[in-house]
C-alpha cells in the first residue's frame, strides 16, 4: 500500500507518519506546503526510510497535485493539510477559506479523476480518507451532552467554518461521485512536535521562560484532551477498516476546563523542572501558578467540546491507550528534552504573542 498523506508536516501529520513508517509496511509520500506550522525537522526520525518520500506542494495547485499522483500512484490518500488555528482565522480568515475549501475541493477533483482511471481492482481498493474537527459542531450547552456523528453543524469560527465546509464537500463527492471516502472528527490533539501557538505547548514554554500564562477569560471553556499517537492509531483504524462513507468521531474521554490545563501543567513543571529559576521557592512562593494572567476572551469562544466516541469503539475496536495524566506526562517530558527543536521551528514570525484578537482580518 502506498499512502498520500497532506499536511504531514504538521502536528498530527507528522505523528501519523512516524506511526505509519515505524509500525507498519506501507509506503508514505508526504505532501506538504512547509507554512510556518510544517517543518520537516518533525520527521527526521523517518526521512532516511526507503519508504518515505516528500513532496513540497500546495494542495491548491492542482498541476502539481496532478504530478503527484501520476507519479506515486498512491492506494489511498490521508488528507490532513488545513490551516488549523483558531485565533489565526480570526486576524485572517483568507487563508482558512482558500486552503481548506479551495484546497480540498481541489485535491477532491485531483483524487477523483486518478481514481476513475484505476481498473476495477484498484477502485476498489481507493480511499480518500478526510481528517477533520470536532468544532465543526460549535459547543455544547448542556453539561451532560456529548458530540455524536449525527450532531449537527454549528461553527463558531472561520476555521471551523472552513472545515464544516470541507466536510460537507468530502460527503458530497461521495454520494454525487461514488468517490470511496471516509471522515474523522478529532478532539483537541496534545503531546510531542506540538507548534508553540497551541495551550499546551505554549504555557510550558512560557512557564519555563518566566512568560505570562495567558488564560482567555475564566477559563471555564471545557475541552475533550486527545494524545495524538491515540489519534494516528486511530487514523490508522478507519482508513483500514471503516466504512466507506461513513464518519468516526474520535475523541479521548479526557474532559477538562482550560483553567484546569494549566493548573496540572504548572504543578507537572514544579515536579519535572523543579531547579528552573520560576519554580517555587522561598522568594516564590506561587511558582509557576504565579505566571497565570486571565486576558480578554476569543471572541466567539465556544464554551465546551465533548466527544462520544462509541461509534468507533463499538465498530471498529479503537480506544485510546492514554488517559490525561500520562499523556500531559508525556507531553512535559518531550517539551523538556527538545527545547532546541522549539526555538528552531519558530520562524520569527510568531514568537508566542496574542492572536485571535480581531485586527488582522
Not at 483537541?188 to 488564560?215: C, D, S
Request: with cysteine.
Amino acid at each position: 500500500m502506498k499512502l498520500l498523506v497532506t499536511g504531514g508536516a504538521g502536528f498530527i501529520g507528522s505523528a501519523l507518519i512516524r506511526y505509519l513508517i515505524a509500525e507498519t509496511a506501507v509506503r508514505v509520500v508526504n505532501v506538504d506546503k512547509l507554512t510556518y506550522a510544517g517543518n520537516l525537522e518533525s520527521l527526521a526520525t523517518v526521512s532516511g526510510s526507503p519508504r518515505y518520500v516528500f513532496e513540497q506542494v500546495d494542495i491548491c495547485d492542482r498541476p502539481a497535485l496532478e504530478a503527484v499522483f501520476e507519479r506515486h500512484h498512491p492506494t489511498a490518500v490521508m488528507h490532513l493539510a488545513a490551516e488549523s488555528h483558531v485565533d489565526r482565522s480570526i486576524d485572517g480568515p483568507a487563508a482558512f477559506i482558500q486552503t481548506n475549501m479551495v484546497g480540498t475541493y481541489t485535491l477532491l477533483e485531483v483524487a477523483r479523476a486518478y481514481w476513475q482511471r484505476l481498473d476495477e481492482a484498484g477502485q476498489a481498493a481507493f480511499r480518500f480518507h478526510h481528517i477533520s474537527t470536532d468544532e465543526v459542531y460549535g459547543d455544547l450547552a448542556d453539561p451532560a451532552e456529548l458530540f455524536n456523528e449525527q450532531t449537527a453543524y454549528a461553527p463558531s469560527s472561520p476555521y471551523s467554518a472552513s472545515k464544516a465546509s470541507s466536510d460537507h464537500l468530502v460527503r458530497a463527492w461521495q454520494r454525487t461521485y461514488g468517490l470511496p471516502t471516509l471522515l474523522t472528527n478529532c478532539s483537541n490533539n496534545y503531546g510531542p512536535y506540538h507548534f508553540p501557538e497551541k495551550l499546551i505547548p505554549l504555557m510550558i514554554l512560557n512557564a519555563l521562560e518566566g512568560k505570562p500564562l495567558p488564560v482567555y477569560g475564566s477559563g471555564a471553556q471545557v475541552r475533550d484532551w486527545l494524545y495524538v499517537e491515540d489519534h494516528v492509531r486511530a487514523l490508522w483504524r478507519v482508513l483500514t477498516t471503516g466504512v466507506i462513507g461513513q464518519t468516526y468521531n474520535i475523541g479521548g474521554h479526557n474532559e477538562q476546563r482550560n483553567i484546569d490545563v494549566v493548573h496540572t501543567l504548572c504543578d507537572l513543571l514544579e515536579e519535572l523542572a523543579a531547579d528552573s529559576a520560576h519554580a517555587r521557592s522561598g522568594d516564590n512562593p506561587a511558582g509557576f501558578r504565579g505566571l497565570i494572567r486571565h486576558v480578554a476572551d476569543r471572541p466567539g469562544h465556544d464554551r465546551r467540546y465533548a466527544i462520544d466516541a462509541g461509534k468507533i469503539e463499538r465498530e471498529l475496536g479503537w480506544r485510546p491507550q492514554e488517559t490525561f495524566a500520562t499523556g500531559l506526562r508525556k507531553t512535559v517530558h518531550w517539551y523538556l528534552a527538545n527545547r532546541d527543536w522549539c526555538r528552531r521551528v519558530q520562524d520569527g514570525s510568531y514568537q508566542r504573542q496574542r492572536l485571535g484578537l480581531g485586527e488582522g482580518a
